[in-house]
């Protein structure tokens, strides 16, 4: 096989576990493509990344990823079309933010064509793994933690980068209620929230536990200060829309800036939609939905892509969401998908071929 | 070797490494003992608890602890008195401490007993491994992670849990000069800031690079709304000594209930030192620091025990510290190191002993 990436070495399964594989009845990301793209750094500098069946990984026990939390990831998916051309939407957005967040977590940066050539090589060695049904795609996850050991709590000195691939179902299924959060709190100010680190979301677990308990699916994250702006929806960056506008937060030190969340607003604004990025106070989304204004509430992110919320709770009292024939969430995601599994013109040039 | 923990179960290694060691010359945290105690929670109860020889650990690539920062810890250190006693210091603290994070982890709570019994049952099967210089002790690092597998953002079904133990030298060394942060922040109101979390750490490191680039050793981190307010130094607890009163902040859901931090506190007020818990405004000791009322600052953290602070940097300006013949750094941490040493009266019950 050939790549432009520079001593990408490549082994291949002896046997694959392709057919172990239940495709029409695939979960998110629990069984996984028999091959992984791996890259070690050592000693300052990236070595040559390989290619090599989906495997487990050694550690010390010293390694600082389980210490001092410097583990961060990227979420993305293949698509396959129904001639059984393989695409991804915007990887470059996602090899970007993954040195973002690498640069916050005092990591060392990816070069570019390892991530990208890489996760091109990989795709089309496991290309069968990518499925076809509608909804499914093969959900693509890089991600680099530190491998280096010592307990001194300062960064490590060898990190490991992988992509691994899960084919994979929808995320959500069924309505989404959801809590508006009044006490924990997602991101700091001047904190590691617009990175896609690991620990952003271990402490959110516990409060949508509580939320769960409460009879919601998901927490609708708050500013940490007065618990009166709207800033996320569980994983996901949120939209809101009021009359015809379609409203979401501006991304900040606090908020990921999604490649979802910047793709709705492109088409909204492409389609005519009134968009508005601005702070959204739980005030105005109260009473919004107390006067019958506020039509839509949904998440978008890579994995569920947009994730339409039914009803919001807060202050003990709960707020549906009316059902709406032709919904923005519902043609924003049509749109979206259409053009991430080539079924549509891709006006703003954000797929990318990969077979 | 007798235990009380259940089923605790002993594999020995066949030829120890303690001759490779130099005691002499030992830095932090980065040399192993021969054992390690490990504890695998899997289908939601936790099994046998095992000591076996320190060595790497198999986990899948899809691993929570890889992607989703589920990872908390806690620091002790065993220590050697000039009779061969060994020691803890308040363990039962850091047992407790460990269960308080993993609640807000969304992890499995440690039975105390695997805690305490395997801790002890470790120490003493390793007992050569605790050093007996001065200021050199066997720093000890119980820690729990997500072994658990999948790409969905939810806790994970497994956790593994370890107590690793390596024979140390003092953490700091030499002046240490702080920069009071004023943008970059530690935690967040209703965040994970008092859990001994793994992804606290990570989102310090850049900043903290970002001090030493300027010349300092350390952060001084403030609260994240205003950076007002003085919070944590480094990965410690923070203590100012304006005229003769010595001033901590309070624990709060960002700032670590620190077992030195309450030691200190319990033997100022032991001495007849004034202490005070309350808010400390970057103002209050640039002011104090200009009308030459400032003392003292240090941090205090288990590593360390207590780090004398030289000088600390704000918007540009250097402050100095005088130095003091008989600072309370200086006394408090005598008084606390005698009690971990068996040098001294254990009027508090404090120690331990291990054997």
Redesign the interface.
């Given at each position: 096989m050939e790549t432009s990436v520079k001593n990408l070495s490549i082994e291949k399964v002896k046997t694959s576990r392709l057919s172990e594989i239940d495709f029409d009845n695939l979960?998110?990301?629990?069984v996984?493509a028999d091959h992984?793209l791996i890259c070690e750094y050592v000693d300052g500098a990236w070595q040559s990344p390989k290619i090599v069946p989906?495997?487990?990984?050694?550690?010390?026990?010293?390694a600082k990823?389980?210490?001092?939390?410097?583990?961060i990831?990227e979420?993305m998916k293949a698509y396959k079309d129904s001639e059984g051309g393989v695409w991804l939407f915007r990887p470059q957005e996602n090899q970007k933010r993954l040195n973002i967040s690498a640069?916050?977590?005092?990591m060392p940066e990816l070069p570019e064509e390892v991530f990208m050539d890489g996760l091109r090589t990989l795709l089309q060695l496991d290309e069968k793994w990518i499925p076809q049904a509608a909804g499914s795609s093969l959900?693509v996850?890089p991600?680099m933690?530190?491998s280096g050991?010592?307990?001194?709590?300062?960064?490590a000195d060898s990190y490991t980068f992988?992509i691994?691939c899960?084919p994979?179902g929808a995320?959500f299924s069924g309505k989404v209620s959801v809590l508006i959060?009044e006490?924990?709190?997602?991101?700091?100010?001047?904190?590691?929230g617009y990175a896609k680190?690991?620990?952003?979301?271990?402490?959110?677990?516990?409060p949508t536990?509580l939320a769960v308990d409460k009879g919601y699916q998901q927490v609708i994250w708050t500013d940490?200060?007065s618990?009166e702006y709207i800033e996320e929806a569980?994983?996901m960056n949120v939209f809101v829309r009021i009359g015809d506008t379609l409203i979401t937060s501006p991304v900040s030190d606090r908020i990921l800036d999604g490649v979802t969340r910047k793709s709705i607003l492109t088409l909204a604004e492409d389609l005519g939609i009134p968009t508005e990025v601005r702070k959204i106070s739980v005030h105005e989304l109260v009473e919004a939905a107390k006067e019958g204004s506020l039509k839509e509430l949904f998440g978008a992110g890579t994995?569920a892509v947009i994730s339409p919320i039914a009803s919001f709770g807060y202050k003990g009292k709960d707020y549906e969401l009316p059902e709406l024939e032709d919904s923005y969430a519902h043609k924003l995601k049509k749109m979206i998908t259409d053009i991430q599994y080539n079924r549509a013109e891709d006006k703003f040039g954000w797929r990318y071929s990969v077979l």
């Open positions: 979960s998110f990301g629990s996984f992984m989906y495997q487990p990984l050694s550690l010390e026990p010293s990823v389980f210490h001092y939390g410097q583990a990831f979420g640069k916050r977590l005092a959900y996850r991600f933690f530190a050991t010592g307990f001194h709590a300062s960064p992988i691994a899960a994979s995320y959060e006490k924990y709190s997602r991101a700091a100010n001047g904190g590691v680190a690991g620990g952003n979301y271990a402490g959110q677990f516990y536990q940490d200060v618990h569980g994983a994995a």
